[in-house]
């Protein structure tokens, strides 16, 4: 995004630009009337359908595009320009606020009606150290000048509060920007030259190196094609000063034809009032005929409005009877209103004190569940205790069970083992005295 600034092309680009599309404030258009201004001696000069194409891509590329930011980094740009505009014109507005800051002191409110004073206080007191170093006092110069830093610091710190308490209420810097006041030119000067700044800014962050590259190939084409049309315009204008005169020409043949024209007219003028006389005399005579008709249309016309006089007047006393028996009929409709909105009211106060009646027996009763609520949550709390209790005590006892029959187990093992170790033992002494007898017997029998 870092691309170095060509301020040349940027400058030609937007003369051109201006060029194509006067007529236009914010130049994003051109006007019907400019364009085909335009596109007339292109088509003149080249005589070609593709010097037509070549016109319209020209206007197409020259026109302002509707840009959108294609990456973080150019939108938050985009959205510091834009935020530093909105300080500009709020903190712009600050003086023109204290000037009059009776009648913005409800809106305001306390806070900000304070640091507003408290910066009026300062730049007052800059005023005065200024004027005093107008004056020239050479004494306290380094002193004043000291004073002037700290004072522009302490100015700069309340001009950031009041942005900060300005911009924290939104509706209030709405109402500020599009209120009766009027901002200091050199102000609108700058916030207007901020306002291009940004626009030159987001041009070039959303100009990538090829579209400049054709850009000045563009600007190129368009200055030699520029050249050509000058020449093309100098023998138009030639031709232009041949027509003019050739016209003058004839413009002189025809005021001459004018001439002899008007001295004819004269002559037909004489005769036409001879023939409107006449005209008037047969006018003056139908106009008689025509009047003496009339009269006796008029008369007619009486006799007409007499008997139509006479039916309305049976008609109005025809209404006026039917006007009695309606309204006889709507005070008995408003007395049966009336009645059937008692008897509703009387209905209502019945439905209202069984339904107070019936509400102060639900809450009684939504009160008696909260309290069975509680306490079937304690039981519950309770019996899950106890349940956990009987789980444990079951646990120890099955395994106190495989305790025991594991020893129960061992324990016959055990009693197997002393028992084969009993016998056994049992069995060899019983061998080992039969051993013995023998051998006795055998020496006995031998001596």
């Not at 007339?40 to 194409?53: F, N, Q, R, Y």
């Not at 026109?63 to 294609?70: A, G, S, V, Y």
């Not at 510091?80 to 009648?103: F, G, M, Q």
């Not at 109005?316 to 009211?345: F, G, P, T």
């Amino acid at each position: 995004m870092s691309r170095p600034f060509q301020t040349s092309n940027y400058s030609t680009h937007k003369c051109l630009t201006r060029a194509t599309a006067s007529g236009d404030p914010d130049g994003h258009q051109a006007s019907s009337q400019d364009v085909k201004r335009r596109k007339k001696p292109s088509v003149k000069c080249m005589g070609a359908p593709e010097t037509t194409m070549t016109t319209l891509n020209t206007m197409k590329m020259l026109e302002p595009r509707q840009l959108k930011p294609d990456s973080m980094e150019t939108e938050r740009i985009i959205t510091v320009l834009n935020e530093t505009i909105a300080k500009l014109e709020i903190s712009s507005l600050i003086p023109c606020i204290i000037t009059s800051l009776d009648r913005f002191a409800d809106m305001l409110g306390p806070e900000i009606t304070e640091n507003l004073m408290e910066h009026q206080k300062l730049s007052n007191e800059m005023e005065n150290l200024l004027s005093s170093l107008e004056e020239g006092d050479t004494v306290r110069a380094e002193e004043q000048q000291v004073c002037l830093h700290l004072l522009e610091k302490r100015l700069k710190c309340s001009v950031r509060n009041v942005l900060r308490l300005l911009l924290a209420n939104p509706l209030l810097c709405q109402t500020l920007k599009y209120g009766a006041l009027e901002r200091g030119e050199p102000a609108q000067v700058f916030i207007n030259a901020f306002g291009e700044f940004r626009t030159f800014i987001l041009e070039r962050l959303l100009t990538s190196p090829v579209e400049e590259v054709e850009k000045i190939q563009f600007m190129d084409d368009i200055s030699l094609r520029i050249e050509k049309n000058t020449e093309a315009i100098t023998a138009l204008q030639a031709e232009l000063a041949a027509a003019i005169q050739t016209r003058e020409e004839e413009i002189h043949k025809k005021d001459n034809v004018i001439k002899d024209l008007k001295t004819s007219i004269q002559d037909l003028t004489e005769d036409y009032e001879a023939d409107i006389q006449q005209i008037k005399q047969e006018g003056e005579r139908q106009q008689e005929t025509e009047l003496q008709a009339s009269q006796a249309r008029c008369a007619m016309r009486e006799q007409d409005i007499e008997k139509l006089g006479a039916q309305l007047k049976a008609l109005v006393l025809e209404h006026r009877a039917s006007e009695l028996a309606l309204r006889k009929r709507k005070c008995r409709l408003e007395m049966e209103i009336v009645n059937w909105m008692q008897k509703y009211d009387a209905d209502m106060e019945e439905k209202q004190a069984e339904y107070e009646e019936v509400n102060a027996a639900y809450n009684e009763e939504k009160a008696q569940l909260s309290l069975m609520m509680e306490k079937h949550a304690l039981l519950l709390q309770e019996y899950s205790q106890i349940e956990e209790e009987r789980r444990i005590c079951q646990e120890k006892k099955e395994q106190a069970m495989k305790e025991l029959a594991t020893k129960n187990r061992a324990a016959t093992r055990i009693q197997a083992l002393w028992r084969g170790y009993v016998v056994r033992s049992l069995f060899k002494s019983k061998r080992k005295k039969k051993g013995k007898g023998k051998k006795a017997r055998g020496k006995k029998a031998k001596k």
